[in-house]
């Protein structure tokens, strides 16, 4: 597990940076995997390879993903064409099977493209623990029964998607949802666009009413904290500024400056909530490289490596978060 950030007044600008990047390369050193997974099918998914990560880049070649092709690391939900594409209504279940034998738990992610960019770190957790892993994602569409705006129109589709998702949710019958979602979505409520502190709450009240409906089903939900919204393409950044990734840095507080509907939701609705954020930011800081390993492949999605890496912690906080008997479920020992 990764040691805790330092306290707020040990931790200024760059020397937090190095602190980070430090502790990261550390604690992930003996657990990156790359798996091979099915879409849809339930074939069984082989053994992975480890990666182990070196202290410090040399140049391009020693950042992992390379930056020129860090938009290919997005994992494999989308190598297996198993997300909606924004004019797409259809549920694609991505299935990834590692239980070995019946009554295996069953783990499904739903949820937008912030949803998917997890779904590499439950890959590894389903591995090692012998979950069913369904992923059910589609872009720009939170598991919310909310109403987004969409190019000055009603996102229909999304609308759709999820009135089918939940209903597959329901059908998997998991032990346990996991849900995330972009930290700012224009809602509608009535066809008027919602601004300000309503837009907030009605996100809020769409994402708390779509868990309460879970729950109320006999379905345990953990959710994750919002991550980053770099603002640039910070791959092509750090490709460009390989002697200066503080360049590629960015404030705390102001990339993560729309985050907290997740934790009122789930607050709200009685969801098991984890935040992940002190291991993607200093107090102060985001870095775009920690270690060797490149953290975004856009501007705000992790690489599917990066999100391998933080599988320990996520497999930590959710063994501390959940309740006694879905924990035991989930996790052996």
């Avoid at 999820?162 to 998991?174: D, E, G, I, L, T």
């Avoid at 300000?196 to 904290?225: C, D, K």
């Avoid at 939701?265 to 102060?284: E, K």
């Avoid at 930590?316 to 879905?326: A, F, N, R, S």
């Amino acid at each position: 597990m990764l040691a805790p950030m330092s306290s707020p007044s040990a931790v200024p600008g760059r020397t937090a940076l190095l602190s980070l990047r430090r502790i990261t390369s550390a604690a992930v050193a003996g657990l990156l995997l790359i798996l091979m997974t099915a879409c849809g099918s339930g074939a069984k998914v082989p053994p992975a390879a480890v990666v182990k990560p070196s202290i410090k880049p040399a140049g391009s070649a020693g950042i992992t993903p390379r930056p020129a092709l860090a938009r290919r690391d997005d994992g494999d939900v989308y190598q297996r064409g198993c997300s909606s594409g924004y004019d797409d209504d259809a549920v694609h279940p991505c299935v990834f099977d590692y239980s070995t034998g019946p009554g295996a738990p069953v783990v499904v992610a739903a949820g937008d493209s912030k949803m998917a960019q997890w779904v590499p770190a439950l890959q590894v957790i389903a591995q090692q623990q012998h979950w069913k892993l369904v992923s059910l994602t589609k872009s720009g569409c939170a598991f919310s029964d909310i109403h987004r705006n969409w190019k000055k129109k009603e996102y229909t589709s999304c609308v759709t998607w999820n009135r089918s998702a939940a209903a597959k949710v329901v059908r998997f019958a998991p032990t346990l949802l996991v849900t995330t979602e972009l930290d700012f979505y224009p809602t509608l409520r009535g066809g008027k666009v919602l601004k300000g502190a309503a837009n907030r709450a009605e996100m809020v009240r769409g994402l708390s009413s779509r868990i309460t409906t879970m729950r109320r089903a006999g379905i345990a939900v953990a959710t994750l904290a919002e991550t980053p919204r770099m603002g640039f393409d910070t791959a092509a950044c750090v490709r460009t500024h390989l002697k200066d990734l503080d360049a590629c840095a960015r404030p705390r507080a102001q990339v993560l400056k729309n985050a907290g509907v997740v934790e009122a939701a789930a607050q709200r609705s009685g969801a098991a909530f984890i935040d992940l954020t002190s291991r993607l930011c200093s107090a102060t800081t985001c870095p775009a490289v920690q270690g060797n390993l490149l953290v975004y492949r856009d501007k705000h999605h992790l690489t599917a490596t990066f999100a391998r890496s933080l599988a320990p912690v996520l497999a930590t906080d959710l063994t501390g978060e959940l309740g006694g008997d879905v924990r035991s479920r989930l996790f052996a020992g």
